[in-house]
């Protein structure tokens, strides 16, 4: 399967511990997104990357959050100090610039007791 | 006011009705997108335009740039086609601005 991939597909953690998830983009694909979608919201812009460089960040990206895509292959986002609020899906998507449409990945789905 | 909604909320039609969805804009757009995605969560794309009309199968998206507005219609519903459907603008930098969704029930 050549398509965005995600990893994990579901995190069950506890409030105040650390995540981490993984976007693997589409091959040669420059642009990777991070968004985030609540239930029964439509998906939120967090911050994107061309290559490795991080060109944008949204305001909903507190400091508790970080994002990543060192070889400007795979990207990482991390969330520390997790709270009940940050229960949501995290999608990530890709493209080959910014002309083209996105591809998205399954998600993955963070649950925050 | 958010800068990119969607109307109805919620639709429910009987297999083989016509289809329309609508979304209007208030910010300056490189392109529109429409996006399907079914329950856990996976988002495919439909259509991406900057003016006119595409069509794809039983699927139509048009979009009038100057009033600000899209549309995307489905003819020959089908229960396959029962999914939500997210018009999202394509503003600076390349990012999405979402709408909230449309859930579309399609019933044999």
């Known amino acids: 399967d050549t398509g965005v991939s995600q990893d994990p597909r579901h995190k069950i953690t506890k409030r105040g511990q650390n995540v981490t998830f993984r976007c693997d983009p589409i091959?040669?694909?420059?642009?990777l997104y991070w968004y985030r979608q609540t239930l029964g919201q439509g998906p939120e812009f967090l911050t994107y990357?061309?290559?490795?460089?991080?060109?944008?960040k949204s305001r909903l990206l507190s400091d508790r959050f970080s994002a990543e895509r060192p070889k400007g292959s795979f990207s990482t986002l991390e969330i520390q100090r997790t709270e009940q609020g940050d229960s949501a899906m995290y999608l990530c998507?890709?493209?080959?610039?910014?002309?083209?449409?996105?591809?998205f990945g399954p998600g993955t789905r963070l649950t925050v007791l | 006011k958010n800068e990119v909604e969607q109307s109805p909320q919620n639709l429910t039609a009987q297999e083989g009705e016509f289809i329309t969805i609508n979304c209007s804009y208030s910010?300056?757009?490189?392109?529109l997108h429409w996006l399907q995605q079914h329950p856990g969560g996976g988002i495919v794309s439909l259509f991406m335009l900057s003016s006119g009309k595409k069509k794809h199968g039983r699927l139509i998206a048009t979009i009038n740039i100057q009033e600000k507005h899209s549309s995307l219609h489905i003819t020959a519903s089908h229960p396959r086609d029962s999914a939500v459907y997210i018009c999202a603008a394509r503003t600076s930098g390349s990012r999405l601005t979402f709408g909230e969704g449309t859930q579309l029930t399609v019933n044999p």
């Open positions: 998507a890709s493209s080959p610039d910014s002309y083209n449409e996105q591809f």
């Open positions: 990357f061309q290559n490795e460089a991080q060109l944008e």
């Open positions: 091959s040669e694909h420059n642009r």
């Open positions: 910010v300056g757009i490189s392109a």
